[in-house]
C-alpha cells in the first residue's frame, strides 16, 4: 500500500481540464505548473505524483511503465494504436469530433486523393476501410492549410465548435470519432500496485459520477 504511482497528463488543454479533477479528488500539484521546471512534481496525496509531458508521448511513458497512468485524449491514442494499456475510463474532458474536412466538392481529377493529416495511421484505416486508395500526408500542424493551398485534397483533424474550419472557408465533410480524453493504464502496475491502484483509479471514478 505504500507504492508510490505517476500520473501521465497531457500538457496544453487536457492539463487545463484535469488540474481541477485532481483538486477535487486532494491531488492538487505541490508545484505551480506554469511557472516550474520541475518535470516530476509531487501532489497533495503522499502516493501520487505527476508527469506533465506532450501528448504523443502519454502513451509511450505508460506503456513502458515510466507512468503507472495515463491522461490523453482518445485520438492520440487511437493514433498510437497501443494496444498493451488499459483503456479505464473516459473522463469526459476535452471533448472534440475527429472528421474530415475540405471543400464541399473535392477535386482530384485522376490522381489519388491526397489527404493530410497528423492523423497518419487512424487516416490509413479510414480510408482502407472504405475501399478507397489515398496518398496520406504528413504534418504536425495547421490542418486547414493544406487544401488551401493545394498541398492536399482534404484534411482529417479535430473539430470542435467548427470556427476553424469555417475561417478558411472549409467544412466538415465525415466523421471518423467522438473524442474525449481517457484515463489509461499499465497492465503490469494494475497487478504490482494494485492497492495504490484501486485507491487512485476509484477517486477518478467517484469524482466522475459525483
Ligand atoms: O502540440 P499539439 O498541438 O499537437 O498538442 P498540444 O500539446 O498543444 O495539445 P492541445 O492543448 O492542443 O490538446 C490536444 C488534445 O486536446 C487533443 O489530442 C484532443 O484530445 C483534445 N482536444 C479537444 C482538442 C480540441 N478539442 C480542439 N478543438 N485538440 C485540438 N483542437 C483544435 C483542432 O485541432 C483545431 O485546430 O482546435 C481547433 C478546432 O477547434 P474549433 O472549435 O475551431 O472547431
Ligand atoms: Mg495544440
Known sequence: M????????????????????LEKM??????????????LIDTEHPQVRVVVVRATDVPTYVQYGAADLGIAGKDVLMESGSESLYELMDLDICKCKLMVAGYKEPKHGARRMRVATKYVHVAQEYFAQQGKQVEIIKLYGSMELAPMTDLADIIVDLVDT???????????????????????????SMKVKFDTMQTVVEQFRQHLTA
Open 26 to 39: 486532494g491531488m492538487a500539484p505541490l508545484e505551480d505548473l506554469d511557472t516550474t521546471r520541475k518535470l
Open 162 to 188: 467548427g470556427n476553424t474550419l469555417r475561417a478558411n472557408g472549409l467544412e466538415p465533410l465525415e466523421h471518423i470519432a467522438d473524442i474525449s480524453s481517457r484515463l489509461v493504464a499499465n497492465k503490469a
Open 2 to 21: 505504500n507504492d508510490k504511482i505517476t500520473i501521465a497528463i497531457s500538457k496544453g488543454r487536457i492539463l487545463a481540464d484535469t488540474l481541477p479533477v
